[in-house]
């Protein structure tokens, strides 16, 4: 229901991209630009102006050496997979959600089902995709948090692991994270050193997602196949002229 209602104002040819002129060549803009574009580019030459969060069909993917994006180099429009650059709160607000989403089908715990057998299915398949959410975040957490490195300032505090001396790039993160582009770029730069996504986290995480989606299938099945407990009548075509008052 959220994905239909972002939609709803979307035009037809949304994924048409949009052309966009300057006074000056790419190769101008390149030349002009120096080291800044010198670094070999993986979408479009220009991607060093704007620093673009990464994608699913690319660099995702790519952990797994396999590619869902479009290999046309460069790119003539942004691609519409990209993980966006999201903060603690919006973490959490979106975590608040997708949990809430999940916990609601618990709601018919004590419902009326055309059998024993069913509504056993119902509490179990509403339990596994409430509980398979909050694993799938738990798990995911843990594991983000081991390819990016942080978890290395408690490893170094129960000294398990040396510290880094810190550098005065380092010391001034903080400050320089409060203008846009410092913090993409400092983005950009946490994803490239980022640690690839590992077997033993693709073997915990995989299973909810099968859990899930299984368990989705069956709910949405037998709110179909439950139907035929209803009576009869409520099949039937009425006459609102019979329930609307009228002279």
């Known amino acids: 229901m959220g994905s239909f209602l972002c939609w709803v104002q979307k035009p037809s040819d949304v994924q048409t991209g949009i052309i966009l002129k300057t006074e000056a060549t790419t190769a101008d803009i390149l030349i002009d630009a120096g080291d800044a574009a010198a670094v070999p580019y993986k979408h479009t030459p220009l991607e060093f102006i704007a620093k673009q969060?990464?994608?699913?069909?690319?660099?995702?993917?790519?952990?797994?050496?396999?590619?869902?994006?479009?290999?046309?180099?460069?790119?003539?429009?942004?691609?519409?997979?990209?993980?966006?650059?999201?903060?603690?709160?919006?973490?959490?607000?979106?975590?608040?959600?997708?949990?809430?989403?999940?916990?609601?089908?618990?709601?018919?715990?004590?419902?009326?089902?055309?059998?024993?057998t069913e509504k056993v299915l119902w509490r179990v398949c509403s339990g596994l995709v409430a509980g398979a959410t909050l694993s799938f975040w738990i798990f995911e957490t843990i594991a983000a948090r081991q390819r990016f490195g942080r978890w290395d300032k408690y490893l170094i505090w129960l000294k398990l692991k040396k510290a880094q001396p810190e550098s005065e790039s380092d010391a001034k993160k903080a400050l320089d994270l409060q203008d846009p582009v410092a913090r993409l770029n400092a983005f950009e730069k946490e994803q490239m050193k980022a640690k690839p996504i590992l077997l033993w986290e693709v073997a915990i995480i995989l299973p909810f997602i099968l859990l899930y989606a299984t368990a989705r299938v069956y709910m949405m099945v037998e709110m179909f196949v439950s139907l035929r407990l209803l009576p009869v009548g409520v099949f039937q075509t009425f006459d609102l002229s019979n329930i609307i008052p009228h002279w």
């Open 53 to 116: 969060s990464p994608t699913c069909g690319f660099e995702v993917m790519g952990f797994f050496n396999l590619r869902f994006d479009n290999r046309e180099r460069p790119l003539r429009r942004f691609p519409n997979d990209r993980f966006p650059d999201i903060g603690t709160m919006e973490k959490f607000l979106l975590f608040c959600t997708t949990t809430t989403f999940a916990s609601l089908h618990l709601i018919g715990w004590n419902f009326e089902f055309p059998s024993r």
